[in-house]
């Protein structure tokens, strides 16, 4: 019976499409002398299992108080997806701040990262996703991790020029200079990749207020006023003459 019990956990455990760490009580190889062989009670495995999936429903939902429930029952706050997302990362990569932030409070880790190397702290930086963004950092979000692309979060945000993640981004020790793995920094995604609008001008000021090196060649030894030279940036080549 204990194996028709494990199988029927095992069942909910693999549907919920994530990833729990068995407590320690489960890890003996044979019950004790006299233990009951079965029950009509589900084990903790399984409360735990649909505990887990109840987060990441609620978390795919904006639901504060389902999320809630299913942490006090037992849900693994750091369990993992298919995608190899926490419920932390996915509420954040679907934008939804509430929940993100209750996990946060919660004790979510802001650096872990999924399959694709995304964490809540990275996406959120890249897509300006500024109450998020705000929340990893006061959770303790590690501004000199690195995505994909062996990025800070602030060369996508430049990229996208992204203006008041920008200036959160600058209000802490992420490194203005750190060089990705095109060969760029901020400002010459922000100059390469960005339109020369306005949004992009006050992108490379702030860029340049916060420290950003104009003297910086790209990948293929070219300075970021050239760049913006070339691509009719006026306002921006003022900035960096």
């Known amino acids: 019976m204990r194996r028709a019990i494990v199988g029927v956990a095992a069942i909910l455990f693999f549907s919920t499409g994530c990833s729990t760490s068995p407590p320690a009580g489960n890890q003996s190889s044979s019950s004790p002398p006299g233990s009951p062989s079965s029950s009509a009670s589900p084990t903790p495995t399984t409360h735990s299992a649909a505990a887990t999936r109840q987060l990441f429903d609620a978390s795919a939902s904006n639901d504060v108080r389902a999320a809630q429930a299913a942490l006090a029952a037992g849900a693994d706050i750091e369990a ?3 995608l190899g997302r926490t419920p932390l990362v996915a509420a954040t990569k679907l934008n939804h701040p509430s929940v993100a932030v209750a996990l946060l409070d919660a004790g979510a880790n802001p650096n872990t990262k999924d399959n694709i190397s995304d964490s809540a702290f990275l996406y959120a930086g890249a897509e300006g996703y500024d109450e998020i963004l705000r929340a990893t950092l006061k959770h303790g979000a590690d501004v000199r991790s690195l995505n994909r692309y062996n990025g800070t979060a602030l060369i996508p945000a430049s990229e996208h020029g992204h203006v008041s993640t920008i200036r959160i981004l600058l209000a802490t020790e992420i490194p203005v200079n750190h060089i990705n793995n095109s060969r ?32 910086i060649r790209d990948g293929n030894g070219v300075l970021p006023r050239d760049l913006a030279a070339a691509r009719g940036q006026t306002a921006i080549v003022a900035l960096l003459s």
């Open 184 to 215: 760029w920094t901020a400002l010459h995604e922000a100059i390469i990749l960005g339109d020369g609008s306005q949004r992009y001008v006050e992108t490379v000021r702030l860029l340049l207020a916060g420290g950003a090196d104009r003297n």
């Open 80 to 82: 993992r997806n298919d």
